[in-house]
């Protein structure tokens, strides 16, 4: 059964690590700022459901992976003077990941709002 508090505590803990990244990285607080953006055009182009529900996919699985970046770098940065040189190449591969998501996330909301852009002017 759920037990409300052990369910308040692990949100109160999931939103700590959220506002540590976003107090600590200016990346994750431009993806918030790019998620609040497009989520206020959704309403402005009147999205249908399902360009509605891709843009909300695409913008979450962006600030899910800048979580795990945040989150790898940190993992990273405990061990990196005693290990291996990998430990730089990690932390670029994880910047890579990021930053084609956001690549891809741009595509997708130039597919999904452009027709509606044109449109509209």
Known sequence: MLDP??????????????ATLAKEEQSFRLQILAAFVVAA???????????????????????????????????????KPRIHAYAEQIKDMMAGAVLVCSIGALVVGILVFWPHVAETF
């Open 5 to 18: 508090r052990r369910f308040a505590r692990s949100l109160k803990f999931a939103w700590n690590g959220i």
């Open 41 to 79: 055009l959704v309403f402005v182009f009147e999205l249908s459901r399902g360009e509605t529900a891709l843009i909300v996919v695409v913008a979450a699985f962006t600030l899910v992976l800048e979580l795990l970046n945040g989150a790898v770098e940190r993992l990273v940065d405990l061990f």
